[in-house]
Nanobody, 116 residues
């Protein structure tokens, strides 16, 4: 079974940048969508960005223009480039891969902390 492992989180000042990586142990080509979610203490997990089959990308409004999701199929890796980070971006970021029948995989999460 494919496993997802995130990396690249850390502490950064407001206005800074981070790039998250999500490495899959196998191909995610057959998954309908791969994406990034985040969860802050006391809040529900929310979608940040997703790449759907066909390469369609969708972003939550709060990150549009600042974050970019991408994938490298040859490396079975997905990325989230985060620029102009804000304190409200602080959260644990999870990568997710989902099939059409609802089956989905989650990574273990990586902490992103943005200081003001």
């Amino acid at each position: 079974q494919v496993q997802l492992v995130e990396s690249g989180g850390g502490l950064v000042q407001a206005g800074g940048s981070l790039r998250l990586s999500c490495a899959a142990s196998g191909s995610t080509f057959n998954f309908n969508a791969i994406g990034w979610y985040r969860q802050s203490p006391g809040k529900q997990r929310e979608l940040v960005a997703v790449i759907r089959r066909g390469g369609i990308t969708v972003y939550t409004d709060s990150v549009k223009g600042r974050f970019t999701i991408s994938r490298d199929n040859a490396k079975n890796t997905m990325y989230l480039q985060m620029n102009s980070l804000k304190p409200e971006d602080t959260a644990v970021y999870f990568c997710n891969a989902r099939k059409g029948d609802g089956f989905e995989l989650w990574g273990q999460g990586t902490q992103v902390t943005v200081s003001s």
